[in-house]
């Protein structure tokens, strides 16, 4: 039997099946042949990798049909879109090969200079809003495989995963700003001092409110301004107690 080779960006291409169902397909290997052929490009195998491997294990006879693509990136959206065919995808696999094919377009528009939006694109081949893909592609970001192997498995929502992993990154910026911002300005000079006050109550009641004041807007600029600077909110919090300075 004719030799094929496993290319790793070509399989991971194609979304895994489960262990379920690939005891299934061996079964039905087993009982009735591997009935469908085993496509290739260059020796390549571009649709049948499961099949190739349970007839290399069991020593079973298969047939090959030669696909003539003229190049890797034709090879590989060809793949996509056999993929996106199948009825069965979860939104997040549809979307992961919908953004893999737009990469590719978007190569090739760049060699004829014409525009192209990816997130639209990829929002229409997966028929999914611009907004999921965008969440996806910052889930993608944050690196978690097994979240992403979840959501591949339909287990998860993209939505849930997505404002999981925000208000997570709220709460840790949210923290930064205030150990970057807050603290260091209640303690700097620019606090009212006690010993200036006429009682003592009174100046650590407003010292109080100072910092209560601090806290609202360090806690308002970490959740409308996401990804600021932290210069940016340490320069608009120092103009902010100079305004309080003058209240007090």
Request: glycine share 8%; charged share 25%.
């Amino acid at each position: 039997m004719t030799q094929l080779t496993i290319k790793p960006y070509f399989k991971n291409l194609i979304p895994p099946l489960s262990p379920e169902e690939l005891g299934q397909l061996e079964e039905n290997i087993l009982e009735n042949g591997c009935r469908d052929t085993i496509k290739h490009w260059r020796g390549i195998i571009v649709d049948g990798h499961n099949r190739y491997a349970i007839c290399q294990k069991h020593n079973l006879p298969y047939r090959i049909e030669k696909l003539p693509f003229g190049s890797k990136i034709n090879a590989a959206i060809w793949i996509i879109e056999n993929q996106l065919g199948r009825r069965n995808l979860t939104k997040a696999t549809s979307i992961r090969l919908a953004l893999e094919k737009a990469t590719l377009e978007k190569e090739r528009a760049k060699k004829t200079g014409q525009p192209f939006h990816l997130r639209k694109y990829a929002s229409k081949l997966s028929g999914t809003s611009e907004r999921l893909v965008q969440q996806y592609i910052r889930i993608v970001q944050h690196g978690d495989h097994d979240l992403l192997s979840q959501l591949e498995r339909g287990e998860l929502k993209i939505g849930t995963v997505y404002n999981g992993l925000r208000g997570g990154k709220k709460r840790e910026y949210k923290a930064t700003v205030y150990t970057k911002t807050v603290e260091p300005l209640c303690n700097s000079s620019s606090t009212p001092d006690i010993s200036k006050s006429k009682n003592t109550a009174g100046a650590e009641y407003d010292i109080e409110v100072t910092g209560n004041m601090y806290r609202y807007i360090a806690e308002k600029s970490a959740l409308i301004n996401m990804g600021e600077d932290l210069d940016c909110i340490h320069g608009r919090l120092l103009a902010q107690l100079k305004f309080v300075e003058k209240m007090l």
